[in-house]
């Protein structure tokens, strides 16, 4: 039984477990790729990390709108 790993940018990645279910994924932009396959990530990576950002958000107040759920009878009216 072959198995084939395939990687898609949008869906992630997945295991075809025939060469015909590999094809008709490979036409849908799916691709396969090794997943014991070494990366070297050290040749990505900049030499020196990048400044934060200096500016922050503005704080939000939470915002409830919904209104609390009645429980139980109405109170009686006394009369």
Known sequence: ???????????????????????????????????????DLDDDMPDEPAAPAAVEPEPVEPVNELQPRRRGRRPREIM
């Not at 898609?8 to 396969?32: C, R, Y």
Request: proline fraction near 5%.
């Open 1 to 39: 039984m072959a198995v084939i790993y395939l990687r898609h940018p949008k869906h992630g990645t997945k295991v075809a477990i025939s060469d015909l279910e590999a094809d008709n994924d490979a036409q849908n932009g799916w691709e396969e790729y090794d997943p014991n396959a070494t990366v």
